[in-house]
């Protein structure tokens, strides 16, 4: 079985600090993992993915993710943020072991509020 | 734009009532998904559809029913309608059945039952 938690509901930063979304996962095989970001009164948008390789993965808008395999853990990180960034964040894995899921499982969601 | 359409963008209407709603993904993409999302369930996963089977179904109820057509655009039936049905509900497309495949997310249909 396959599964995601993001423990926070609501993260808080300033404007020009760096940001963390946190993510841990519980898969059986090697995870798919992805996140995503829904502005207000849109869809969700895809940010980035790791699937194999490189633990760092760069994706759309400055952010990026670190693939943590010991500690089942994919945080979405950015080095500064912006006002523009506040939105909510979705964490979601799929189990790319055989016979896993085609569908992948979603977190709660975590409201990111960039303060100016 | 994602690239994946959904009509219509709001819908209205009253208890026990049946909707359509419709989806078409992106161009290329043959992998449509359906989604309920509401403020107490999260993102909730319904029925998927690849190259017009159905492939896997998660919490959908027995009164929601899908379909995908050979042109790939799909629809939802929602009947017998109850209050609690009120939510967003989200189309996504994906190139592949599995593996590493990103989805793309229309824009949702907002069903409001009264």
Known sequence: AQSVAQPEDQVNVAEGNPLTVKCTYSVSGNPYLFWYVQYPNRGLQFLLKYITGDNLVKGSYGFEAEFNKSQTSFHLKKPSALVSDSALYFCAVRDGASGGSYIPTFGRGTSLIVHP | ?114
């Open chain 2, 1 to 114: 734009d994602s690239g994946v359409t959904q009509t219509p963008k709001h819908l209205i209407t009253a208890t026990g009532q049946r909707v359509t709603l419709r989806c078409s993904p992106r161009s290329g993409d043959l992998s449509v998904y359906w989604y309920q999302q509401s403020l107490d369930q999260g993102l909730q996963f319904l029925i998927q559809y690849y190259n017009g089977e159905e492939r896997a179904k998660g919490n959908i109820l027995e009164r929601f029913s899908a379909q995908q057509f050979p042109d790939l655009h799909s629809e939802l039936n929602l009947s017998s309608l109850e209050l609690g049905d009120s939510a967003l509900y989200f189309c996504a497309s994906s190139v592949g059945l599995a593996g590493g495949s990103e989805q793309y997310f229309g824009p949702g249909t907002r069903l409001t039952v009264t």
